[in-house]
Structures are given as C-alpha cells and as structure tokens.
C-alpha cells in the first residue's frame, strides 16, 4: 500500500479534530444551528493552519444528510453518508474546488458563472472552494462580484487565501471572514506527541517543542517535520526513538559556536583574526548572507538574555547556545550591542547587493572591528569630562530683571516725547499693593492672571519707553489695538489697587522682552561654546551643535 504522509493521514475530517480555530468553529456551529448560514466565506491565515480542510469540513457540515438519509446541516458530518464519503475522497461532483493560482484570468472565472445556476446533482448546495484567491485578476475579480453577492440559493462560496490584503474590498465587503491562527507551541507539540503515539513511534519531549517551534504554528510544517524525524532514526526492536539531538541537527539549529567565535573576534577589535574566521567559514560552505544572519540572531539572542535572563532557559537553545550567550551578555554592554546590531543590519543590505558578497562580508568585518575600538557615546562624553580642567559653569545663570531705563520725572517730561494718548482708568479699587518695580514685572503679572494674548502684546509687541510708579511709556507696534493701552491701565489698577497709567510714545524706546531674552540666550550659548569641556565634546564628535532648551 502507498505511503500516505502525516499531514494527510491525520488531516481533519470534522470540526472537533480541528484544532486551535475555537472561535470559527464556534461562530460556524452556531450558525448551522440556527440556519443562519452566509453564502460566502473568507479563510485567511499562514500556510498550515487549515484553511482548505476548514473550507471542506465546511462543504461536508452542509451537505451531509445523515446515516439514515434524512439528516440536514449539521456541525457533526457522520460521515458515513454518501456526500460525506464523497466529499472526504475529493469526487463529489458539485463541490467544485478550483486553484487560483493555475487559474487566474477572467475565462476560468466566467466558466465557473455559467454553472452556478444549474441546481446540484446529489448534494443539499452546490459549493465551490476556491484556494488562493487573491491569484485572480481584477477581470475576474470584477465578473466574480455580482453573482456572490447575489448567488442562487443552492450556492455556496468559500474563499481560502494568505494575502487577504491583496483581495479588493469589494470582495471582502460580500464574505464572512475568519482569520484562522497561528497554533499555539504547547497545543501544537501536544498534537504531534498524540499522533507519533498512534504511529508507535516515541519522541523525545524537547524534540516536539522543537519540531513545534520550526513550524511556527503551521500544523502541516510541524507534520512535514516529524515526518522526516521519524524517517531519518533507525528502528530499533520495532520501536523508532525521535531524539532531540537528531531533530536539531536536522531543523538545522546545531550549536551556533561558530557565529558566536565570529562575534567574540569582531569586538575585541582584531580585524585579521575575525577576516580569518569568516574565511574559515566559508571555505567551510557557509553563505556569506547567512553569515551575517545568523551573526543578527545570536546579537538578538544576546540583548534578549541581558535584559531578560529568562530568555535563556528557551527549549529551542542548545545548552552551548544558553551558555555562550549568557556569558557575552554578561561582558557586553547595551549600547555596544545596539550598535554592532545597527551596524549588521545596514551591512546584511550590501553583502546582499554586492557583485562579490564575500568581499562586502570582509568590509563589513573590518568596519565592524575597527567601531569595536571606538567609545560609545556615553564613554567619549564622560572622559571629555575627567580630562576638562576646572573652569566656570556650563550654563550661567540668567540675570535678574531689572528696569530697562531710568524712569523720568513724570511730572517734567522729555521735550522730545511726544505724548499721544492717555489712558483714563477708573478710580482706583482699595486692594493690596503689588509690588511692581520693572516691565517685566507688569508682563508677569499678566501671564500670572491668564491673560495669555495681552502677554504676548507686551513682551513681543510693546517697546519701553520709560517705567516709573504707576506710569508706564511705551512706543507700541501698529498691529495693536488702539485701546491696547487703556486696557493695560484698566487691568493694572483692578489688580494693583493703585492707579495706574498707561503712556505711549514714537521714540525708539528698548528692544521688546522677547527679544531681549533671546539676546542673552545667545549670549548664554556663546559663552557655553567656549568652555572647555564643551570644546571636548565638540571634538568627539564633529559637526555637533549646541542648542538651548529652555
């Protein structure tokens, strides 16, 4: 009798075998159950994970008719029934299944219209799974639209796919979509154990989580694999014994020694030695592509172990893996890590473009051992620091405010001043007096009571003239209200308890707050540029610039 592999053999034929899909078998039982059945459905997900056998699980559900030939739709298939044994040999005639990927043009879409309206020979619908679907053209797409939206009522249509991004929306607006999951690790290794016992075949249970862990929740990759395990042990006694040694070395995931050798080399700074090790590596018959792989996984692997030490007990690492990486974890720092990670990443893009991908890995090498050399950032910074001789601080202090010019006698104006307007407040209210002795005072005051725009007015829009007690002269911009100063007045004697006055004049008068302060933000720059140990800092790294946050 032919072989029949395991992913074919144990193939779910209801929706109790199915496993890891709890929420469409679920929403699809409760559906059969009250009749509220869709005439299309969308199955997406990774390879492996059941969408075809879903799709024919599905055409088996609505189709069976029970041991007595009497039965209706049901989410249990006896299958004993003519339809189901039909069904499950892949021969009933009105469950069409059609691959997009060999039929693809708007021809094969229009043959399989031109037989949607002729009833079903035997079945309850006639139903057609269509694999891959998002392989079809927009021409077929476009002749597929009308007919499922509006199909007979004998039609079913189930579409199975693992680009559903790449199926037009509307599509995907005409179908019940279920996106089937990746298998779990625990459930996908308790799987296996259960068929290698129906097989007679012992497994190893770290060889399971193995083979679990290759599959990456795709049961068909995890049956492919046991598969081969199974066919590469010798027999002993009738009895195959799978062990985890075998299934590594077959997965390919033998101890990384030689990539972890080739990263020791690379940071201790000695570009012979680690040029050496790839040569070696390679006359071995290793890619220099997967070299760099590989050397991106164990720096992955190595982060991971120094921020989470848990990491290390992962069942998919040989204990020479656990031990090399916890040991370079322990003896490399973050930023050394970030950066060969960084510096791999970029280098993977030009091994794989290069004309010679050898000689682009041995630049990458050397330019990788030669940055080993170098400080991190943190450490230029911080020698820069040690070796700057004492000197004044980085940042001095701002000044004080202080009155921009001396107040006038406001009973003896300046014959120059040209008096234009004069604010008329009301009588003044019996308040506390504030104490405010400049202009930057009054512009605080006014930030302090909220006045957000009058603020902005002051410090960017008004120009001091002259401040004395209680009168202020300012050479306003043109943009301001012609009321601006009455209102100043207005609030200043509400607030103060003081009459207070509000001048404007067209002399020069000081630069405004703002920027006064942005003055002696450069001036605060200028004089942090020239201490020492901001020189150094330059020097380690050129083309820096200093910037003020406040």
Request: hydrophobic residues 40%; negative net charge.
């Amino acid at each position: 009798m032919e072989y029949r592999v395991l992913a074919r053999k144990y193939r779910p034929t209801n929706f109790d075998d199915l496993i890891g899909q709890d929420v469409l078998v679920q929403t699809l039982s409760n559906a059969i159950k009250t009749g509220r059945i869709a005439h299309a459905f969308l199955l997406t997900g990774i390879r492996g994970v059941g969408k075809t056998t879903t799709a024919r699980i599905i055409a088996r559900a609505l189709n069976c008719i029970g041991p007595d030939g009497q039965g209706g739709p049901t989410i249990s298939p006896c299958g004993v029934c003519p339809n189901c044994k039909m069904i499950a040999e892949d021969r009933h005639v009105d469950i069409l299944e059609m691959d997009a990927a060999s039929h693809t043009g708007v021809g094969d879409i229009r043959e399989l219209i031109d037989t949607v309206r002729y009833l079903p020979t035997s079945a309850r619908y006639k139903i057609y799974i269509i694999d891959e679907v998002h392989m079809l053209s927009n021409s077929a797409f476009n002749a597929l639209l009308k007919t499922l939206e509006e199909p007979p009522p004998h039609v079913k249509f189930i579409f199975a796919t693992t680009e559903a991004r790449k199926i037009p929306v509307t599509i995907l607006s005409r179908c019940q979509r279920f996106d089937l999951k990746r298998i779990e690790l625990e459930m996908l290794a308790t799987h296996l154990g259960n068929i290698a016992a129906k097989e007679n075949i012992d497994v190893e249970p770290e060889a399971l989580t193995l083979i679990a862990v290759a599959a990456e929740g795709s049961v068909r990759d995890a049956l492919s694999l046991l598969d081969q395990a199974i066919a590469r042990t010798e027999a002993a006694d009738g009895k195959t014994l799978v062990t985890t040694t075998a299934v590594r070395t077959m997965i390919g995931s033998a101890d990384k020694t030689a990539t972890f050798r080739l990263i020791e080399k690379l940071l201790s700074g000695d570009p012979a030695a680690a040029i050496e090790e790839v040569q070696a590596q390679y006359n071995a018959g290793s890619d220099p592509l997967l070299m760099v792989q590989d050397a991106l996984e164990a720096t992955h692997l190595i982060t991971r172990v120094k921020i989470a030490p848990a990491a290390a007990n992962d069942v998919s690492l040989s204990e020479n893996d656990r031990t090399r990486a916890q040991s370079l974890s322990a003896q490399l720092s973050m930023p050394v890590l970030t950066r060969l990670w960084q510096m791999l990443l970029k280098g993977i893009t030009e091994v794989r473009m290069a004309p010679q991908p050898l000689s682009a890995l041995e630049m990458l090498v050397v330019r990788v051992a030669y940055a080993a050399q170098l400080p991190t950032p943190a450490e230029a910074i911080k020698s820069g620091v040690e070796s700057a001789p004492a000197a004044k601080p980085l940042m001095p202090p701002p000044p004080m405010p202080q009155a921009m010019q001396s107040a006038p006698d406001p009973m003896a104006p300046s014959a120059s001043e040209k008096k234009i307007s004069v604010s008329q407040p009301p009588p003044p209210v019996s308040k506390p007096a504030l104490s405010l002795n400049s202009f930057e005072d009054v512009a605080a005051l006014f930030e302090q009571h909220r006045e957000g725009l009058k603020h902005t007015y002051l410090t960017h829009d008004c120009y001091l003239v002259s401040f004395a007690p209680q009168e202020i002269t300012l050479r306003l911009a043109p943009s301001l209200p012609r009321d601006f100063p009455a209102q100043i007045a207005g609030l200043l004697t509400e607030w103060s308890g003081q009459n207070w006055k509000v001048l404007t004049s067209e002399e020069q008068g000081s630069p405004s707050l703002h920027e006064q302060t942005q003055a002696r933000k450069e001036k605060q720059l200028q004089q942090a540029s020239e201490h020492p140990l901001v020189g150094s800092v330059f020097e380690q790294f050129p083309g820096a610039k200093l910037v003020s946050v406040s």
